[in-house]
């Protein structure tokens, strides 16, 4: 034993990447439905920390992994966070930030009648919220290690406390949900009819219901692209597409009949190709705005956007890992194939130039002073101003040649090794102090952090389905933006299987992030001013 802590203590890398390697092992034990994820990464450095008291993980390695992982969120959620600043999603994040701050001063309440360092307390309040990035401001507000005590106890409950929730409130008031509808629709009609004004195929489209789009035309026994100048004649075909089944039945009756096969099976024309979008060019970019190759008649019947078939539109921009569905002459597929790129491969890929520049900007602004009257000046840090600037460059996705956005599945790895890399060096330089805390006060801070959870939760659900009335699946995504782990996300839409949640934890986790680093960072000024 002897040998091991002088082996962990003496070689930090070693130290770190065995954190990491046996928490995500960890991490993956269910009990009764519930494990820590990524989480167990903190608690297996803590252990390795107490056992090798000499294990310190200098230098910014953990800060660089937590702007690796803010970074990530914010390029995923910028669109979803500035849309939910209007409309309702103001009511919703107006209900998180009450909650939140309710779970701050609940902190500081119970900290302050038992005694609990300040330290303690705001770790508290951010391990209950399993929020890092409150976990960052609290050490640099404290300028020591008692944040991430408090933090790596009250963990645990932040993680398990609000799927209590979900499911004991699911229980009680058992919500239906209608069936997920399909987001794209085709169907082939023959026309027996036009209306008046609908010569053209110009003229028609304009007079077909909202949301129908024209993929092909079937004139003369031969399969043709839509052209707005085409004449067209009874017996003509066309091919349609649409988000609902209703407009597919509603434009049917308005021109003649549904006759399925008559397009599809000739394929002498048009070819149906699926392309893998691999090509940064064409990304950020509305669909109308993106040239398509001299010569060359392409046209985009679907994109299949990570598991949803969504029609195109003209406003619609491609991301990198889009599969787009294609008509096109046979002889030109390889000409289309090029123009998309269609390689796999590029979904783990990204620009180390936008995410180079993107960061510098976060850092950078996390060092601007604001003055707050009465108080000083606060940061928003490395928690909070890399989070800022990756959800502005998200809502922006291009900037003249520079794209700023990523695939989704580089954006998971990208964050989930940060955030693993962060955590490890947490846990590692706080193993020592928190055996020595939890030996005393474990018991005392346990419930506090339970306290501080359930006071948050308790009132985005309480208030928001009594009181606000907020559609359950709305709710549960409000909640689990509120609290922020990505566990209780995905417990919430097994609660409420619609897509609802998702929307919700983008809009809110972002701004109740900002809203627990800067909280913390006041009251860290006030007490240190003190």
């Known amino acids: 034993m002897a040998f091991v802590s002088e082996l962990i203590g003496t070689q930090p890398i070693l130290a770190i990447f065995l954190a990491i390697g046996l928490g995500y092992a960890v991490g993956q034990i269910n009990i009764l439905g519930f494990s820590l994820g990524i989480g167990a990464v903190l608690f297996v450095g803590l252990f390795l920390g107490a056992i090798a008291p000499k294990a310190q993980i200098a230098g910014p390695i953990g800060l660089i992994g937590l702007i690796m992982f803010l970074y990530g969120i914010g390029i995923l959620y910028g669109r979803q966070f500035f849309e939910g600043l209007t409309g309702p999603g103001r009511i919703y994040n107006l209900l998180a930030l009450v909650a939140v701050v309710a779970g701050l001063l609940v902190a500081l309440f119970f900290g302050w009648i038992f005694g609990v360092r300040l330290g303690h307390t705001l770790g508290l309040f951010a391990g209950s919220m399993t929020s890092t990035a409150t976990l960052q401001a609290a050490l640099d507000a404290m300028k020591n290690n008692e944040p991430s005590i408090g933090y790596s106890v009250a963990y645990p409950f932040g993680v ?31 026309i027996e009819r036009l209306p008046d004004g609908g010569g053209t195929l110009g003229k028609l489209m304009s007079l077909l ?9 079937r004139q003369e026994h031969r399969n043709r692209l839509p052209d707005p100048d085409l004449e067209l004649h009874i017996g003509d075909a066309l091919m349609i597409a649409g988000d609902r089944a209703e407009v597919i039945a509603e434009t049917a009756a308005l021109l003649g009949r549904l006759d399925p096969g008559r397009i599809a099976k000739d394929r002498a024309d048009l ?38 078939d969504v029609v195109p539109s003209p406003d619609l921009m491609l991301e990198i890992g889009d599969r787009v569905g294609v008509l096109v002459p046979a002889d030109q597929i390889a000409v289309a194939r090029a123009h998309f790129g269609d390689t796999v491969k590029s979904a783990a890929e990204f620009s180390y130039v936008s995410v180079g520049f993107g960061m510098v900007l976060g850092v950078l602004l996390g060092l601007v002073p604001i003055p707050i009257p009465g108080v000083g000046t606060v940061t928003l840090g490395i928690g909070g101003g890399p989070l800022i600037v990756a959800l502005v460059l998200g809502r922006l996705r291009r900037t003249g040649p520079i794209s700023w956005v990523m695939p989704l599945p580089a954006n998971i790895v990208l964050r989930n090794f940060g955030l693993t890399l962060f955590l490890a ?42 009181v606000l ?14 609290t922020g782990n990505p566990a209780i996300l995905v417990y919430a839409t097994r609660m409420a299987p619609t897509e609802r949640p998702d929307i919700g934890y983008a809009m809110i986790f972002p701004s109740a992030t900002i809203v627990k680093v800067i909280a913390v960072q006041i009251i860290g000024l006030i007490a240190l001013g003190g």
């Open 425 to 466: 060096a947490v846990g590692i330089n706080s193993g020592q102090a928190f055996v020595t805390t939890v030996a005393s006060q474990g018991p005392l801070l346990l419930i506090i952090g339970a306290l501080v959870l359930l006071t948050t939760v308790g009132i985005v659900l309480g208030v928001g389905f009594y």
């Open 209 to 217: 219901p909202e949301g129908v789009q024209v993929a092909t035309v």
């Open 271 to 308: 070819a149906y190709q699926r392309f893998f979008v691999s090509k940064a060019a064409l990304t950020g970019r509305k669909l109308d705005e993106i040239p398509m190759p001299a010569g060359t008649e392409i046209r985009i019947l679907h994109i299949r956007r990570y598991d949803v």
């Open 160 to 190: 398990i406390g609000p799927i209590l929730c979900f499911y004991f409130l699911t229980r009680k008031v058992k919500p239906s949900f209608p069936p997920k509808p399909a987001r794209f629709h085709m169907g082939e009609i023959t």
């Open 469 to 482: 009335k907020l559609p359950y699946d709305d709710l549960l995504g409000v909640a689990s933006g509120a």
